[in-house]
């Protein structure tokens, strides 16, 4: 092997550092016209009437859309329940809501004639707390009900459950009562998370154009594009022929692009206007737009004396916000590992997808998971401090282990989680037990350090279909529908192509999504890429190399078998001058050297969850990560420094191990800002920090002294070369492993809501001195 | 964001003749604050007048007598690497060293700094500590006053219309100053300060004659306390009384609480790290 394996350099890294590659905000469309949009300034209310007549007037402003507009088209969308309308109809559901938006030759028409449209509102009821949303007093967000469209989520879905609750997830076994009646002890906690920004620096953005009434050709930096045609396809009555959604260089997605977020308008605005139509979100609107869901976890664990997890009951609440997106979904993988990457006999996990009156969130990095682990990983320090046990013992005793039958009822292969653990820990130096013994303290600082893991799925099931061409130069163009964020995704690619055919990477382009080239793909999410489209990908190039090898041994009159691939062409093995360059093959193959050879896969993995019983097989492949952390806590004024951290990855097989640094390192820095400082803070609704000035995102002055990311390659048997996700990894286990090192470096001081701002810190202790001074 | 004209002086009274045309009219100098404002919709100027093209006003000298002397136009990178901050008002330079991150210290400027108001900044408790003036220069003529009275509170400072800030001074320091500047953010290292702490001793002929603690960011104006007498236990109760007495804004970045607990312990540190430097 050469390409795999090996740090080849990143293929769309030049443009992007030289400034030339271009995004979507960079294209410029004869006759193009700029869009803003009137938001909802109220959490809820009713919309009595919107008048658009002036802006309309407004000289300049070319069209103005309304619900009125939606006429004659499906108004409502949405990837699991179809709750969201395209404008508002008749009422609001958070502060951000569209409600009107306009089409003007200029931006700055738009945004005045924003300002002259009419609109009476009837407030209503509001509520934004997940639990108290939750409960079956609360004013209900949506009245009506949506049918989903997509049938693998009817099926695996609880859909419909009553109130505000858009869905429920429930996995367990065995007996839960009888599991903590025979426990030594039993902890039960709650933990919170609250909402953040995914940050991605290049906000939402589309461009839309109708080549005729039947064909909307849109560019948007979608991390799904082929979800998105169909969304589109589905809002204007087209086939899916009629939409291409086109995807170039994206600055950014971590979730918060998978969905349709502001492409519909853009189309409708588009088609009422014939002219093509241009909206760039302003940073402020972003934070309307799209976020992580905030979470609360109920977390009940019975143990024995000897640390063995006997029982364990977890309830979680998500705050979708106003509209689902893929939120059941992301639920549900949040609820069969909600106990977390343990043997634990009797369980019983429960999740709720629970609308609120906050701008909807939709899939962060990890979805589900960051909430729950946050919780679990807790917990397991607690336990341990409880039992005078290493914590890195109580886990390692407790893990997963190959072939082990889970929660739902799959056997698990390719389980790196103990090696993962073990690394993570000796790389920051741990020492056993005294990690937790009341540390050496230096005037106000303390030290401590503390560990986490965490397993997540991988969406299932799915298909990935890609298609590999061969052209008379001896170049190879992949064609697929998986989306370049920064992720890397075209170099891994490219890799695995280059080795499926023994070609040398820089032989072999790798395609940006454009749905009228580009076959089927899921999504890039879920850390889905390398393994499906991977596995698609090499399967492609296996065939345009078996086509290659035929026409060689038809030609050379010898068996496949005795000929080798090499970029030159194919030669008889241990013979080089017996051998046919590229052009030579297509002229045996066509006779003529013109033409393609082509070679295609649908890769598709089976699966999925019976909804009742929670059973079934939840993901094509698992993949586990563990994060060390070492800080210094100043315990006056709360502050936290993080002197030391390693991540470790099970990632099957490195496809390219620098990119799998790079992705590991930077989720590092995300999830520590989400630890410490990130959260989207709303009063009544309204966002109280809802700019880039208020709302921090760490930068590079926040970065540990230290960092390593270190990699365990379990080889998965259906990954291509081994190779399982690794995307999200490292994002669940960052923020429980600081909370651990900060726990220990005060002698079991626990904060259970994130983030760990140094007023929560400071408060913690005082409230822990007043106790024991009580006690006295 | 709205349009707006932009007008573009030379001289400092042909500016201000600009700005004396109403209340749409803004001065603009680094822009950092500004155009947040004017995109944000909170400002709607229909002209701006650029100051960054004035002739000669960024410039950072220090007289005979050793008062130092900054143009207001002078980038808070250029106060921060200056050799004459550097070398004799080295709190000033590591001030604006801390403040925002370096692709905001090259534009804002320690003029429009000033005049923005905001009381999270680093640079102005500094100042205050320093007992820095502004000039100001207006179309009826040029006053100066000392930075503490210039702010007046959040986004308030005593600048009227038709009037800029020109420069500011800080005055000769008798025998030495000793001490820091200590900042302290409570979210992103590049984040606007939760509190800004200036602790400086100075020293006559190597004895401690005075003690400054200034408070910034924490309320709506800088707290400037000066201790003639100072001793350990002086200093000490110097952040007690500092604390008690700020009246301390409530926000994201804390509570009025935890922020008088912070100039509590973050005073007495820096004071004491003053201490250690005069009598080591
Ligand atoms: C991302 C970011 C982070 C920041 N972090 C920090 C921080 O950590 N610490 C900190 O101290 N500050 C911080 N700031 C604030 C920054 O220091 C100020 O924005 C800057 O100093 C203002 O200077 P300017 O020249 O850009 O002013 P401008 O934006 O040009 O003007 C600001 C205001 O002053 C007026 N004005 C400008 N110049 C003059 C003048 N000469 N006379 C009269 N009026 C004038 C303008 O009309 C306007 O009202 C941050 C700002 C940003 C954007």
């Given at each position: 092997m050469s390409a795999v394996g090996s740090d080849v350099p990143r293929v769309d890294g030049n443009a992007k550092v030289s400034g030339s590659a271009q995004y979507t905000a960079d294209i410029e469309l004869p006759g193009m016209l700029h869009a803003k949009a009137l938001r909802s300034p109220h959490p809820h209310a009713k919309l009595v009437s919107v008048d658009v007549s002036k802006a309309a007037a407004l000289p300049g402003v070319i069209a103005v859309v309304t619900r009125d507009d939606l006429e004659g088209l499906n108004p409502y969308y949405g990837a699991v329940v179809e709750d969201q309308p395209v404008l508002a109809m008749e009422r609001v559901r958070c502060v951000g809501d569209v409600v009107a938006a306009v089409a003007a030759e200029e931006r700055e028409i738009a945004e005045e004639a924003v300002e002259l449209i009419e609109v009476e509102y009837e407030p209503l009821p509001a509520v934004f707390d997940v639990v108290e949303a939750a409960a079956p007093e609360a004013p209900i967000i949506h009245e009506e009900r949506f049918e989903t469209q997509a049938a693998i989520f009817r099926e695996q879905l609880n859909l419909n459950a009553g109130g505000n609750v858009c869905s429920v997830f429930r996995a367990g076994d065995g007996d839960v009562d009888a599991g903590f009646a025979e426990a030594d002890g039993i902890f039960e906690n709650t933990y919170r998370m609250p909402p953040v920004q995914h940050g991605h620096i290049e906000p939402h953005v589309a461009t839309a154009v109708w080549e005729s009434p039947n064909r909307l050709v849109v560019h948007t930096p979608c991390q799904n594009a082929v979800g998105l045609q169909e969304q589109l396809a589905r809002i204007f009555n087209l086939p899916e022929s009629g939409v291409r959604v086109v995807v170039p260089h994206?600055?950014?997605?971590?979730?918060?692009?998978t969905h349709a977020r502001l492409e519909p308008v853009t189309a409708l605005l588009a088609r009422k206007a014939g002219r093509p139509v241009q909206w760039v979100l302003t940073r402020e609107e972003v934070f309307l737009t799209g976020r992580r869901y905030g979470g609360f976890v109920r977390m009940k664990t019975g143990f024995k004396r000897d640390g063995s997890l006997v029982a364990r009951e977890v309830e979680v609440f998500y705050d979708l916000g106003a509209y689902a997106l893929s939120g059941p979904a992301n639920a549900k993988t949040g609820s069969y590992v909600a106990s977390g990457p343990y043997r634990v006999p009797n369980r019983r996990l429960t999740t709720y997808a629970v609308y609120t009156n906050l701008p909807p969130a939709g899939p962060y990095r990890g979805v589900g998971v960051p909430h729950v682990a946050w919780a679990y990983e807790s917990e397991m320090d607690r336990i341990a401090r409880h039992l005078r046990m290493d914590p890195l013992e109580l886990r390692l005793k407790n893990l997963l282990q190959e072939g082990d039958i889970f929660v739902t009822g799959e056997s698990l292969v390719s389980v790196g989680i103990s090696d993962c653990l073990r690394q993570a820990a000796a790389g920051i130096g741990w020492r056993g037990r005294e990690e937790q013994a009341d540390g050496a303290t230096e005037g106000s600082l303390r030290r401590g350090k503390g560990l986490a893991v965490i397993m997540k799925s991988t969406t299932t099931p799915t298909a990935s279909a890609a298609s590999v061409r061969l052209n008379g130069d001896g170049s190879v163009m992949l064609l697929t529908s998986s989306t370049e964020m920064g992720q890397g995704v075209r170099t891994c690619l490219a890799q695995i192509v280059a080795e499926g055919l023994g070609?040398?990477?820089?032989r072999v382009t790798v395609s940006a999504p454009d749905t009228d080239v580009t076959p089927y793909d899921k999504?890039?999410?879920?850390?889905r890429t390398t393994f499906h489209m991977g596995n698609a990908a090499l399967r492609a190039a296996e065939e345009v190399r078996d086509q290659l090898l035929e026409a060689g041994a038809r030609a050379l009159e010898v068996d496949k078998a005795d000929l080798e691939l090499a970029a030159t062409g194919v030669s008889v093995r241990g013979v080089p001058d017996r051998s046919l360059t590229i052009p030579q093959l297509l002229r045996v193959k066509y006779g003529d050297a013109v033409g393609s050879i082509f070679g295609s896969c649908n890769f598709q993995v089976k699966g999925g969850l019976d909804p009742k019983t929670g059973k079934g097989k939840a993901a094509a492949f698992w993949f586990f990560a563990a994060c060390a952390a070492e800080v210094e806590v100043d315990a006056e004024t709360g502050k936290v420094r993080v002197l030391d951290i390693a991540t470790s990855v099970d990632v099957g097989k490195a496809i390219n191990p620098l990119q799998c640094w790079l992705q590991n390192e930077g989720s590092m820095l995300e999830a520590l800002g989400a630890a410490f400082f990130e959260e989207m803070v709303f009063e009544q609704g309204q966002?109280?920090?809802?700019t880039l000035l208020e709302y921090m995102l760490p930068s590079m002055e926040d970065h540990p002294e230290r960092f390593q990311s270190l990699l365990v390659e379990t080889p998965h048997p259906d990954g291509p070369f081994g190779a399982k996700g690794a995307g999200e990894a490292v994002i669940p286990a960052v923020a429980p492993a600081i909370g651990n090192a900060v726990a220990n470096a005060l002698g079991g001081v626990n904060i259970t809501e994130l983030p760990l701002r140094p007023e929560r810190i400071v408060a913690a202790l005082a409230e822990r001195a007043a106790g024991a001074s009580r006690d006295k | 964001m709205r349009n707006f004209d932009l007008l573009e002086p030379k001289t400092v009274d042909e500016a201000c003749r600009m700005l004396d045309a109403g209340e749409d009219v803004r001065p603009v100098s680094g822009g950092t604050a500004l155009l947040i404002l004017v995109k944000q919709g909170l400002l709607r100027p229909q002209v701006l007048v650029n100051l960054k093209k004035l002739e000669g006003t960024n410039a950072i000298t220090r007289d005979g007598a050793g008062a130092v002397r900054i143009e207001a136009m002078a980038t808070i990178h250029e106060v921060e690497t200056s050799p004459v901050v550097r070398e004799h008002l080295p709190v000033l330079a590591a001030a604006c060293h801390q403040v925002a991150n370096i692709r905001i210290r090259h534009l804002a400027t320690i003029g429009g700094n000033l005049a923005h108001g905001d009381h999270q900044s680093d640079p102005p408790g500094v100042l205050v500590a320093l007992d820095a003036e502004v000039e100001l220069s207006g179309t009826r003529g040029t006053r100066a006053m000392k930075v503490t009275d210039f702010l007046l509170g959040t986004y308030e400072t005593a600048l009227e219309t038709g009037e800029m800030v020109t420069a500011v001074t800080v005055p000769p320091v008798r025998g030495r100053l000793v001490g820091d500047y200590l900042k302290f953010t409570t979210g992103s290292s590049e984040e606007r300060p939760c509190a800004g702490i200036t602790a400086l001793v100075r020293l006559e002929d190597d004895r401690p004659v005075e003690a400054r603690l200034a408070v910034g960011a924490v309320a709506a104006r800088p707290l400037l306390l000066c201790e003639t007498d100072p001793t350990e236990g002086a200093l000490q109760r110097m952040a007690e009384h500092a604390a008690d007495e700020m009246d301390a804004i409530p926000d994201l970045r804390g509570s009025a609480e935890y922020k008088r607990h912070l100039v509590r312990v973050l005073g007495c540190r820096a004071l004491a790290a003053a201490w250690k430097e005069a009598c080591p």
């Open positions: 994206v600055g950014g997605g971590y979730g918060g692009k070609f040398p990477v820089e999504s890039t999410s879920s850390s966002p109280v920090n809802g | -």
